[in-house]
């Protein structure tokens, strides 16, 4: 059975930083795109950052593009989004999502197989 599972999120001030953690079991994780999603209240979830299996190549949405970076242990299962200069509209449940196996990155959730429960990330003015 596949989990993934995020953490790490929770609240800051205008300007603070979190990491933020995604792991999974199930995967043969080495294998996967990864992408990392978020929806505010109300919102449509937004792709924000997406790493591809093997090289690790990434790209991001602009909103972050700059302040944020994604990351992947493969020995750990487990990606990483390093958001820096959060901003009150980064505020937004966060969500890491796998991909098929050897098929790269998208920006479009419906491309995604495996969700996680997500994460909530507060940032205040």
């Known amino acids: 059975q596949v989990q993934v599972m995020e953490s790490g999120g929770g609240s800051v001030h205008d300007g603070g930083s979190l990491n933020l953690s995604c792991t999974t079991t199930?995967?043969?994780?080495?294998?996967?795109?990864m992408g990392w999603f978020r929806q505010g209240t109300e919102q449509e979830r937004e792709w924000i950052a997406c790493?591809?299996?093997?090289?690790?190549?990434?790209a991001y949405a602009d909103s972050v593009k700059g302040r944020f970076t994604v990351s992947r242990d493969d020995a750990a299962n487990t990606i990483y989004l390093q958001m820096n200069n959060l901003k009150p509209e980064d505020s937004a449940m966060y969500f890491c999502?796998?991909?098929?196996?050897?098929?790269?990155?998208?920006?479009?959730?419906?491309?995604?197989?495996?969700w996680g429960q997500g994460t909530q990330v507060t940032v205040s003015s």
């Open positions: 199930g995967l043969t994780f080495g294998a996967y795109a």
């Open positions: 790493i591809m299996w093997g090289v690790g190549k990434t």
């Open positions: 999502a796998a991909r098929e196996p050897y098929v790269s990155c998208s920006d479009s959730w419906s491309d995604y197989k495996y």
